[in-house]
């Protein structure tokens, strides 16, 4: 299990773009009407063998994996799951790349095909 970073950036589009042109961009967004929401499919399991392994982890281990999890905890008995995350996007120092960074553990690896986790963000 390792923790790694997420960085999403955002853009808004100003003019689209043709086949001989990029599109004209903006990387700055008011950041009280702009949220992300995600769901993080890569930390908690439900697969046979979770418990165990869950059980070995440090608290802030256990936490870590369930980071915006819709998968419930197998401990405490009465443990829910966080559900996705709602979250504010931020700027640099120089009020540019709007985005947000955030951090997750990894869980188990997936033993079913096709062997992916996902985290969706939208």
């Not at 773009?17 to 990387?27: A, F, H, I, K, L």
């Not at 070995?56 to 405490?76: G, M, N, W």
């Not at 443990?79 to 951090?103: M, Q, R, Y």
Request: hydrophobic share 35%; glycine share 6%; proline share 9%.
């Amino acid at each position: 299990m390792s923790l790694f970073k997420v960085r999403i950036d955002l853009e808004y589009e100003i003019i689209p773009g043709s086949e001989t042109r990029p599109p004209v961009v903006c990387d700055i967004l008011k950041q009280e009407d702009h949220k992300i929401e995600i769901t993080n499919y890569v930390g908690m399991d439900g697969v046979a063998g979770f418990l165990p392994f869950y059980k070995k982890l440090t608290q802030a281990e256990q936490e870590a994996l369930s980071i915006c999890s819709t998968t419930v905890p197998p401990e405490p008995k009465d443990a829910t799951a966080s559900g996705p995350c709602l979250v504010s996007i931020t700027h640099n120092e120089e009020g540019k790349d709007a985005g947000l960074d955030f951090w997750f553990a990894t869980g188990r690896p997936n033993p079913i095909k096709p062997y992916t986790k996902n985290i969706i963000s939208r």
